[in-house]
Nanobody, 129 residues
Framework: QLQLVESGGGLAQPGGSLRLSCAAS????????????IGWFRQAPGKEREGVSS????????RYSDSVKDRFTISRDNAKNTVYLQMNSLKPQDTAVYFC??????????????????WGQGTQVTVSS
């Protein structure tokens, strides 16, 4: 079974940047996330969970929501079993708890939360002056 841990959240000013990390681990010495697609989601108070970005297992396919396109960049380092979300030009409306999620269907780069089997606990991102 795969475990996901998010980090890198915090307080940023409008226009600022943060980089989130999603570290994957699993049972067995040969664990690898090479075959998992990873998605980033966020949920603000009183709102539904929203897909932000996703990346296929190979990294060859990525997807972004319209609200973050051209501001956020997703990437992965399979050697470190880690996926990153670089967030630039942050806005107050980016404030939310950010979650990463994994699916064994590695060819998928989708923003639909139902496609993912494993979820992290989330990291808070607050954008405020």
């Amino acid at each position: 079974q795969l475990q996901l841990v998010e980090s890198g959240g915090g307080l940023a000013q409008p226009g600022g940047s943060l980089r989130l990390s999603c570290a994957a681990s699993g049972s067995g010495s040969g664990f690898t996330m090479d075959y998992h697609a990873i998605g980033w989601f966020r949920q603000a108070p009183g709102k539904e969970r929203e897909g932000v970005s996703s990346i296929s297992a190979s990294g060859g396919a990525t997807r972004y929501s319209d609200s973050v396109k051209d501001r956020f960049t997703i990437s992965r380092d399979n050697a470190k079993n880690t996926v990153y979300l670089q967030m630039n030009s942050l806005k107050p409306q980016d404030t939310a708890v950010y979650f990463c999620a994994a699916t064994k269907r590695g060819w998928v780069a989708t923003l639909h939360p139902d496609a993912y089997e494993e979820w992290g606990q989330g990291t808070q991102v607050t954008v405020s002056s």
